[in-house]
C-alpha cells in the first residue's frame, strides 16, 4: 500500500514536471510571445488564452505581456511659459503593447519601455512652453488650454513612438499637476489686482457715460416739454385774446353797463364766502344803478327827482 502510494505521488510530480516543460498558459489578460532558439516571428505571438505546447528550453522560451493599459506618472519639472512665468508641471501618460511582436525585437522589457516613454515625455514638454500661464491656470474654462496641450503632447509622442517601431500605443497624456512657485503666485497676485484695478475703472467710466447720457436724455426731454408747453400756452393765450376781442367789442357798446356787470360778478364772488363787509353811505352809491331809468343818460339820471339830501348824507 505504501509502495502503491509512493508511485502515484512520484507519477504525479512527474506529470507536473512534464507539463511544466511542455505546456503554458497565456491568461484572458495576457499576450505570449513563444520563441525558438530566441527568435521571433509572427507565428510566435500566441493571443487566445487557454493551455499552449512548448518544448523545453532553450528550443522554446515563452515571455508573457499584460494587455492592460500601463500608467507612467513622470516626475515634477519646473517650465517656462510663453510670457515668461515659471511653472512646475507634472505630466503623465497611458500605453500598452499593440504588437507583441515588434515589442519583443526591440524592447523585450516593460521596464524598458517605460524608460523610453519617460525620456520621450520630457521631450515634448517644450509644447507647455508655448502656451501662457493664463491658458493653463484660469477660473474661466474657456480659456484653458490644457485639452490642446494633451492633444499635441499625444500627437508628438505617436509620431516619435511610430518612427522608432516599438509597438506601442499611446492612449493618453496628460497633465496630472500644475504648482505655481512663490515668485509667480506673487506676480499673479500683482496682476490680479491691477487686473480688478482696470475693471473698476472701466465700470466707472461706463457708469459716468450712462450717466452723463441719461443727464442729456432728461435735459433734452425737459426742453422738448417746455417748448411744447409754451407753444401750448401761446395758443391758449391768442385764443384768449381772440375771446376778450369779442368781448370787448361787446363792451364798447355800454361801457358803463360792463362796468356794472363786472363789479355785480365781483361782489358775488366776494359775498360767496361768509365774508361781512361794513360800508360807508358813500359806498352805498353803487345801488343807484338798480334805480338807474332805462337810457343812456348815465348815473345821474337814475338818482329820483326831489329836494336834496342833508349835508351829511351826501358823505
Known amino acids: 500500500m505504501k509502495h502503491t502510494f509512493t508511485m502515484l505521488v512520484g507519477a504525479a510530480i512527474t506529470i ?13 489578460d495576457q499576450v505570449a510571445v513563444r520563441t525558438t532558439f530566441d527568435k521571433a516571428d509572427a507565428s510566435s505571438v500566441q493571443n487566445t488564452p487557454g493551455l499552449k505546447w512548448r518544448l523545453p528550453w532553450p528550443i522554446h522560451k515563452v515571455t508573457h505581456y499584460s494587455k492592460r493599459l500601463q500608467l507612467l506618472e513622470d516626475k515634477l ?21 499593440e504588437n507583441p511582436l515588434d515589442f519583443y525585437i526591440t524592447l523585450k522589457d516593460p521596464a524598458e519601455a517605460s524608460r523610453q516613454l519617460s525620456s520621450r515625455l520630457r521631450e515634448i514638454r517644450g509644447i507647455i512652453s508655448r502656451y501662457r500661464l493664463d491658458e493653463l491656470v484660469n477660473i474661466d474654462p474657456a480659456k ?4 490642446a496641450i494633451e492633444d499635441d503632447a499625444k500627437r508628438a509622442l505617436e509620431e516619435s513612438l511610430a518612427a522608432a517601431g516599438y509597438g506601442l500605443e499611446v492612449v493618453s497624456v496628460g497633465i496630472y499637476k500644475v504648482v505655481l512657485p512663490e515668485a509667480t503666485t506673487e506676480k499673479i497676485f500683482e496682476t490680479m489686482i491691477k487686473t480688478r484695478e482696470r475693471l ?3 465700470a466707472l467710466q461706463e457708469g459716468q457715460a450712462q450717466a452723463s447720457a441719461i443727464r442729456s436724455e432728461a435735459t433734452s426731454a425737459r426742453d422738448r416739454i417746455l417748448a411744447f408747453a409754451e407753444r ?5 393765450r391768442s385764443q384768449g385774446d381772440r375771446e376778450a376781442a369779442k368781448e370787448y367789442e361787446s363792451f364798447a357798446k355800454n361801457e358803463e353797463f360792463a362796468i356794472f356787470l363786472r ?14 363787509f361794513v360800508l ?26 326831489g329836494p336834496a339830501p342833508p349835508e351829511g348824507a351826501r358823505r
Not at 507536473?16 to 484572458?28: I, K
Not at 401750448?232 to 391758449?236: G, K, S, Y
Open 200 to 202: 473698476a475703472e472701466n
Open 16 to 28: 507536473a514536471l512534464l507539463a511544466y516543460t511542455f505546456l503554458y498558459q497565456v491568461r484572458y
Open 232 to 236: 401750448r400756452a401761446q395758443t391758449i
Open 144 to 147: 484653458l488650454k490644457l485639452t
Open 77 to 97: 519639472e519646473e517650465l517656462q511659459t510663453a510670457d515668461g512665468k515659471s511653472v512646475i508641471v507634472r505630466t503623465y501618460l497611458t500605453w500598452r503593447i
Open 280 to 305: 360807508s353811505a358813500d359806498s352805498l352809491g353803487i345801488l343807484d344803478w338798480f334805480n338807474r331809468a332805462p337810457g343812456p343818460e348815465g348815473p345821474s339820471a337814475a338818482r329820483p327827482a
Open 263 to 276: 363789479k355785480v360778478e365781483a361782489l358775488k364772488k366776494m359775498l360767496d364766502h361768509n365774508t361781512t
